[in-house]
């Protein structure tokens, strides 16, 4: 009897306990559910495109944890992710699906949100740079820390990942620093560097000697370091092979220019080096054939190529020809194409709308 009763006592004990350590949060594990199909999964659960789905598809089948899954997309969505931005995630990390939420995705976005970063900026960030989630926390932070010292703000920082969303995956203090600290040494300042990093970000991961061959080639075109045009020519050379810049060179000799021509406007406009070939030539025969300009124009006048020849010149030089030929204007052609579209339709527009107006809309030259 006393067996019994003793025997009684442990089993009502034990399931005191089991109920006790079931209901304490500390305890509790979630019943996984049943696997369901990746396709069922994105579409009919988290309303994802057909074609993200397919995507997805190609690297998993099954979704096996799916309340795990929907906990990794509920820690996006309240960071204040996109849906488009989730689903970029999705589509380039499927993996990030079977993450553990608190230990893999958590710190992740912790990292960010310790550096000062509005959701808007990590949303950007991890949106347009998904594989961030396979770096280390620790890695991740000094990388993005080491970035945010130099180019120093938040919105710098998600401006280069941006451009070059792998820039965070060299290593940065091979790469970048020794390159910014050569450039510092050339006497270039700071402010001229972080502008670079931020508008190029794939030139600092060029080898060092890269960059010293560069420096090199700009300052033998008779280029001032200290000028701001400096790194934009440094920029501009980084972004051509020597194929292409012969073959530049060779689109500028095709307009009648010299290699001294080629070299001043370089000098005062490397960014024209940039433009397609076709757009230099579009823009160099209507010049020449509707406004009777020699290829001594362009020389002087380089910024001319940047404009959209059908949004800017051909309407503008359409009104400057009428107007010039009823002698009704004088100056020069260049400074009309750099006018904002207001102040040219106060000018030149307007006061003569019978005689130009159909050369000219409100919509032209934006």
Known sequence: ???????RVISLSIS????????????WRPISSKPITVS????????????????????????RNPEKSDS????FKKCGFSNTHIENIVKFVPQIL???P?????PKIK??????????DIGEIVGNCPWILKLRADNQLGSIGLLKDFVGSNSGVAKVIKRSSWFLSNNLHKSMIPNIDYMKSCGICSTQIGKLLCSVPRLFTFKLDRIKCLVKRVDEMGYDRKSKMFVHAIRVLGSLTEEKWEFKKQVFRGLGWTEDD???????????????????????KYLGDAGGYDSSFLVLHPEMLNYSLEGRIKPRLNVWLVLQSNQLVNGSFPNVCKMRNEDFLKKYVVPFVNMVGKHYSADDGK
């Not at 999964?41 to 690297?59: M, Q």
């Not at 990794?72 to 820690?75: A, E, G, K, Q």
């Not at 608190?102 to 958590?106: G, P, Q």
């Open 111 to 120: 990292t960010f949100q310790d550096l000062g970063f509005a959701a808007t």
């Open 1 to 7: 009897m006393i067996f019994h009763r003793l025997k």
């Open 102 to 106: 608190d230990k893999t995705i958590k």
């Open 262 to 284: 080629i070299l001043f406007v370089f000098r005062r406009n490397p960014g024209v080096f940039n433009l397609s070939d076709r757009k230099i030539r579009e823009i160099a």
């Open 98 to 100: 079977s993450a553990h």
């Open 16 to 27: 005191s306990n089991s109920l006790h350590r079931s209901q304490n949060p500390i305890f």
């Open 40 to 63: 069922d999964f994105l579409i009919n659960r988290h309303g994802f495109s057909p074609e993200t789905a397919s995507t997805v598809s190609k690297t998993l089948t099954l979704i």
């Open 72 to 75: 990794v997309l509920s820690i």
